[in-house]
T-cell receptor, first 117, second 113 residues
Framework: GAGVSQSPSNKVTEKGKDVELRCDPI?????LYWYRQRLGQGLEFLIY????????KSGLPSDRFSAERTGESVSTLTIQRTQQEDSAVYLC???????????????FGPGTRLTVL | GENVGLHLPTLSVQEGDNSIINCAYS??????FIWYKQESGKGPQFIID?????DKRQGQRVTVLLNKTVKHLSLQIAATQPGDSAVYFC????????????FGTGTLLAVQP
């Protein structure tokens, strides 16, 4: 596809339920990031994948959050036992190269708006 | 991070005027900086970036200025248009294995026709 895609675009769930969010990065992009954006706020880094390297999970807010990535393609972000404070837009971004290159732009998807009732 | 609630700083300008959006960054080790534009319901869109060995970079109608001494970044938009209305975020990054970005809280630019 032409850009990063995410699904679903909107997700409404009940407190305590698990949710799974999907990200399809731009083909050929080796790096993939997940961010969380609460209403009216900036983006919080959650997790980073780069090829077969161990992911950087330093931004995950609790052990209810986890993410997987299949090779250099699709990624899923899973939130278990959702809480109302998990309500936010979850954004995925991908980037072409990695490490010491000079091209740092991250391309963002449209996000998934999660509402926990 | 700091919770600034729902009240984004807002800059209101008249169409045709120049806009200046400011940002303070936190990490002295950051070696590149990016400005993103985010329209309602969309993901952030890259505008322009600058590396730490530069203090100014120009794009089409936009200029980014970097002052490392005071850890300050600004985005200047010339001849602001209604289509420029959006939330603007600065982001700082440190080249290396992760290249994760640290985002500021954003500024809402409202262009009055």
């Amino acid at each position: 596809g032409a850009g990063v895609s995410q699904s679903p675009s909107n997700k409404v769930t009940e407190k305590g339920k698990d949710v799974e969010l999907r990200c399809d990065p731009i083909s050929g992009h080796t790096a993939l990031y997940w961010y969380r954006q609460r209403l009216g706020q900036g983006l919080e880094f959650l997790i980073y994948f780069q090829g077969n390297s161990a992911p950087d999970k330093s931004g995950l807010p609790s052990d209810r959050f986890s993410a997987e990535r299949t090779g250099e393609s699709v990624s899923t972000l899973t939130i278990q036992r959702t809480q109302q404070e998990d309500s936010a837009v979850y954004l995925c971004a991908s980037r072409f190269r990695f490490a010491s290159d000079t091209y740092n732009e991250q391309f963002f998807g449209p996000g998934t708006r999660l509402t926990v009732l | 991070g700091e919770n600034v609630g729902l009240h984004l700083p807002t800059l209101s300008v008249q169409e045709g005027d120049n806009s200046i959006i400011n940002c303070a960054y936190s990490n002295s080790a950051s070696d590149y900086f990016i400005w993103y534009k985010q329209e309602s319901g969309k993901g952030p869109q890259f505008i322009i970036d600058i590396r730490s060995n530069m203090d100014k970079r120009q794009g089409q109608r936009v200029t980014v200025l970097l002052n490392k001494t005071v850890k300050h970044l600004s985005l200047q938009i010339a001849a602001t248009q209604p289509g420029d209305s959006a939330v603007y975020f600065c982001a700082e990054g440190e080249s290396g294995a992760t290249n994760k970005l640290i985002f500021g809280t954003g500024t809402l630019l409202a262009v009055q026709p």
